[in-house]
């Protein structure tokens, strides 16, 4: 099996690379029509055999996306408390992208997962993008936090949604 990726520790929790034992979690909140309202490309209902082909495709070894899932059985946590990816674009850039579990939503998560994302860099990018749908402007607030800057409003397809969705496109340079 090919390296699925770093593992980045935090003092909350570790991102690391999704493992087969997942499945099972991964399905239950990428099954939840609030979090794959929240992204562009989870479906709802969630299709037999999704969440295997996510696990596969995060474990390939010529994957265009790296993904971690926050977790926190260190200290004593969930094992699956969301997830965060890096899709490569070219010129040495990155788009930037994470659900969290409905259960910790407004506890700091998304923006410590981006922040410690941001910080390890592991794909070496000098600009990250990334995009939130407009009616969750939370989403937009962890950007904002971690440093992001508006770039203007755009629209996306939402898988989950079946429609067109206004979103909000933001940027960050790294050093």
């Given at each position: 099996m090919p390296d699925p990726g770093p593992v980045i520790e935090t003092?909350?929790?570790?991102?690391r690379p999704p493992q087969q034992s997942d499945l099972g979690l991964l399905q239950m909140y990428t099954g939840d029509r609030r979090v794959a309202e929240a992204t562009r490309s989870i479906p709802h209902p969630l299709p037999e055999g999704a969440t295997q082909a996510f696990i596969d495709r995060a474990r390939a070894p010529?994957?265009?996306?790296d993904v971690w899932l926050l977790d926190a059985?260190?200290?004593g946590g969930g094992e699956v408390l969301g997830c965060i990816g890096l899709k490569r674009m070219d010129r040495n850039?990155?788009?930037?992208?994470?659900?969290?579990?409905p259960a910790m939503w407004n506890t700091g998560l998304a923006t410590a997962a981006v922040r410690a994302l941001l910080e390890a860099n592991?794909?070496?990018?000098?600009?990250?993008?990334?995009?939130?749908?407009?009616?969750?402007?939370a989403s937009a607030r962890v950007l904002s936090n971690c440093g992001f800057a508006y770039l203007g409003d755009a629209e996306t397809f939402s898988v989950?949604?079946?429609?067109?969705?206004?979103?909000w496109t933001y940027s960050r340079k790294l050093d």
């Open positions: 003092e909350r929790f570790c991102l010529d994957r265009v996306e059985t260190r200290i850039q990155s788009e930037i992208a994470y659900w969290i579990a592991p794909q070496g990018c000098a600009n990250i993008f990334a995009e939130v749908l407009q009616d969750n402007p989950a949604r079946g429609a067109s969705v206004a979103t």
